[in-house]
């Protein structure tokens, strides 16, 4: 266990990348996992290229090796908003959709 967190401590990348992914984990097993298929999906591949890059690359902080997983941690929380965007404006939609359809239901006074 002790290697493991010194080896976190040593890859800045894949401590970003489980300080991000892990309470995005946290939250959606707490709701359930209600639809959280490309969620679940783009978290975890996220923590696995990090992971595997770390374990691949080594520990880069400085030099385009740092600069692109640094963007690779910026495009997954855009992703991320992306993904929430999709499903809240699916979700409301719906919610829209079937309102009109009561509305156009009820008797005109």
Do not use: C, K
Request: positive net charge.
């Amino acid at each position: 266990m002790l290697l493991v967190a010194r080896w976190f401590a040593a890859d800045v990348h894949a401590s970003l990348a489980v300080a991000l992914g892990v309470p995005i984990l946290a939250v959606e097993a707490a709701h359930g996992f209600v639809g959280a298929g490309p969620i679940l999906a783009l978290t975890t591949g996220y923590l696995g290229l990090q992971v595997g890059l770390a374990l691949v690359v080594g520990h880069a902080r400085r030099g385009a090796r740092g600069i692109a997983r640094l963007l690779l941690a910026v495009a997954f929380v855009g992703a991320l908003e992306l993904v929430d965007a999709v499903r809240s404006l699916e979700t409301n939609g719906v919610r829209v959709l079937a309102q009109r359809m009561l509305e156009g239901m009820r008797p005109v006074a």
